[in-house]
């Protein structure tokens, strides 16, 4: 079964950054198309960015200009910069993947991990 591990949440003020990782223990990492979800405590889970194999990205409009999803396939993990920080960005951030070959990161097949938390506050 593949793992999904995320990390780098911490509580950051408006305006700030932080760069969440998230480790895949699966052998076609560089075949899978990524996402990064987030839930905030009043909120379904979003689709915030996602990545394709051929690294095509795509971003939910409120983080556009701001959030970097980019991948390392040698390392099997994907990462999310995230720049001007803001308090409605606060959420656990998760990540996820699509069936290998395809495009579907907003389609996500695998096992949820923990997550990890980011919260924007003064």
């Known amino acids: 079964q593949v793992q999904l591990v995320e990390s780098g949440g911490g509580l950051v003020q408006p305006g700030g950054s932080l760069r969440l990782s998230c480790a895949a223990s699966t052998s076609i990492f560089s075949l899978r198309p990524m996402g990064w979800f987030r839930q905030g405590p009043r909120n379904q889970r979003e689709l915030v960015a996602g990545i394709t194999s051929g690294g095509r990205t795509k971003y939910v409009d409120s983080v556009k200009g701001r959030f970097t999803i980019s991948r390392d396939n040698a390392k099997k993990t994907v990462y999310l910069q995230m720049n001007s920080l803001k308090p409605e960005d606060t959420a656990v951030y998760y990540c996820?993947?699509?069936?290998?070959?395809?495009?579907?990161?907003?389609?996500?097949?695998?096992?949820w991990g923990q997550g990890t938390q980011v919260t924007v506050s003064s």
């Open positions: 996820n993947y699509g069936r290998g070959g395809s495009d579907r990161y907003d389609d996500p097949v695998g096992s």
